[in-house]
């Protein structure tokens, strides 16, 4: 990951541990994003409950590093939204 933006120079860490907010972003978002996969099996195949959650969590696993990514970038969002970063 790069220091800074390299189109607006906005520094990406400011302080070690900075992402750890991006973590309970990303845990709500897979977590959603699971519910609704596992929601969409169950009505289409009437699989049992566990079967469903099980093939959501499945379908779930490609978008995880592209989650993570939209988890940072709404981090980053939120934080300067709250407090800018004026360096």
Same mark, same amino acid.
């Given at each position: 990951?790069?220091?800074?933006?390299?189109?607006?120079?906005?520094?990406?860490?400011?302080?070690?541990?900075?992402?750890?907010?991006?973590?309970?972003? @990303?845990?709500? $978002?897979?977590?959603?994003?699971? =519910?609704? #996969?596992?929601?969409?099996?169950?009505? /289409?195949?009437?699989?049992? %409950?566990?079967?469903?959650?099980? @093939?959501?969590? $499945?379908?779930?696993?490609?978008? =995880?590093? #592209?989650?993570?990514?939209?988890?940072? /970038?709404?981090?980053?969002? %939120?934080?300067?939204?709250?407090?800018?970063?004026?360096?």
């Amino acid at each position: 990951m790069y220091e800074r933006c390299p189109v607006c120079n906005l520094r990406f860490e400011r302080e070690p541990g900075y992402f750890l907010g991006a973590m309970y972003i @990303g845990y709500g $978002l897979a977590l959603t994003m699971i =519910a609704i #996969f596992s929601g969409a099996l169950f009505a /289409v195949t009437r699989l049992h %409950l566990r079967g469903s959650i099980f @093939g959501g969590l $499945l379908l779930f696993l490609p978008f =995880a590093p #592209f989650l993570t990514h939209m988890a940072r /970038v709404l981090w980053i969002y %939120l934080d300067q939204s709250t407090d800018p970063d004026r360096s």
